[in-house]
């Protein structure tokens, strides 16, 4: 648990519910918060919402708190809804002494009718308060057949009793927004298989913990006059409200948990890093004040999008400045940021960073060869420690994702199987006996070098170009194919370097 001895009297929250695991767009609502926090030294508060019995699971929410360690994010105070059922049972107390709640036995079936009514009369559905005029009898009697069947009567609001006219509060985001009492409807507070409803337990907690600003997305905005109208009752403070925008990808389609390029797994997986991924979220829909660094960077603008940490963004950020309009998502942008951060990484850090986060992707690419090894345990057993960070450091200059590097490192490896055959290239360009042959006089021009360095390489392949009436590109390709098993990539010359005379003579034999 994180604290900050000198923190102010701002606290926000992030309030994810366990029903599936952690999806790129909370991410960004988590990451507002997190900014938010940071910049006005106030305090993060981490809650997990498991008020749905049936859905919500304890491997999701092992599964969330895991993925907020991963992104680097760190709360101030933990908590969890199931362990607070008692403090919501004491507030319906209150607001039963109030007068301002009744019970209701409309089911499910009556439910429907209702909205099926409301559809065919083309008007929004809205309780009709039944249930509040019921007499003492007719209340005993639906209690009865409701204990018959294992439900409770649900615990529905009184709206009209608590007075309001209008329901109006300034989003930060958004601006003024109003709503009609009247065109809300009495709604649920506890439901009939006794289970404490979102709006009722969100807005408790919300309360309970002193939370000074709720950053969340804009679908909510509906549910804020409900929350708005609870704490009147209760005369409760009114935290402020920020709404953001919804994160979408570029089919128009709101990004979720059930979508497979919305879990954050899939970014780990294909090696996205961490501060990268907050990066470019909080630069998506979002505008942050311009200013400028110590270096005289112009921090904020469209041209200076990419920040040096997490500390330098939440200075930088500003909730005001929070654009309403849909946020798209394009993977492309985000491996651009990804790209940079690669690039302003040192490689100490970089291989640290892999080990710690990427220990699943290193395995899976450290597979194929057999070796139950990871990638970054044979780098240090294979080279000495300046080498190992020259390797990291040139593949980072070169590759855009943590994936893509590891896919390249296989190939410093002794045990790296090259698939250097006709199969593999292609015999419209190449024709497979020539490069062999190509091959046998590259070595021969290699094996004479006296000094092994960049210098030496290219002079053999120029002699080797002369002597085999061939052109330069040939046989750099050719040096590559039997290096690499590849006719593409980053400098094959820096790669021989790397691996040294001795891998490369055994390479073309």
Known sequence: MHTDKNSSGVRVRFAPSPTGNLHIGGVRTLLFNYLFALKNKGRFILRIDDTDRVRSKKEYEDSIIGDLEWV???????????????????????????????????????????????????KPYIYGGRCLHLSPEEKEEFRSKFKEKGLYPSIRLNIIKIGLNSIEFNDIVHGRIAFNPKLIGDFILKTEDNRFTYNFASIIDDSDLNITHIIRGEDHIPNTPKQILLLKALEKNIPDFAHISLLYGKDGKMMSKRDLVSNIDYYKNEGYLPDAILNYLAIT?????????????????????????????????????????SAIFNEEKLKFVNEKWLINTPASEL?????????????????????????MSKLKETYPTGTSLEIIDFLKQE???????????????????????????????????????????????????????????????????AGGNKTVKDCYETLRLFLTGKLDGPSIIKIAVILGKQRVMARLS
Request: glycine residues 2%; aromatic residues 10%.
């Open 72 to 122: 680097g994010i760190k709360w101030d105070e933990f908590y969890r809804q199931s362990e607070r059922t008692a403090v919501y049972e004491n507030y319906l107390d209150i607001l039963k002494e109030k007068g301002l709640i009744y019970e209701c036995f409309c089911d499910e079936e009556d439910i429907l009718k209702s909205k099926k009514l409301a559809i065919r009369s083309k």
């Open 285 to 325: 829909g979002n505008t942050f004040i311009e200013h400028k660094d110590k270096t005289d960077r112009n921090i904020g603008t469209a041209e200076h999008e990419i920040f040096s940490s997490i500390s330098e963004m939440a200075s930088a950020f500003d909730i005001t400045r929070t654009k309403s309009s």
């Open 351 to 375: 291989i640290n960073i892999i080990t710690e986060k990427f220990s699943r992707l290193d395995a899976v690419q450290a597979a194929p060869s057999g070796s139950s090894k990871s990638l």
């Open 399 to 465: 590759f855009k994702t943590i994936k893509e590097i590891l896919e390249e490192l296989k190939i410093f490896f002794d045990d790296f199987k090259i698939k250097a055959n006709a199969d593999n290239i292609n015999n419209n360009k190449y024709n497979f006996e020539d490069l062999k042959s190509l091959k046998t006089i590259l070595r021969e021009n290699i094996e004479k070098t006296a000094e092994f360095n960049e210098i030496s390489i290219k002079n053999a392949i120029k002699e080797t170009a």
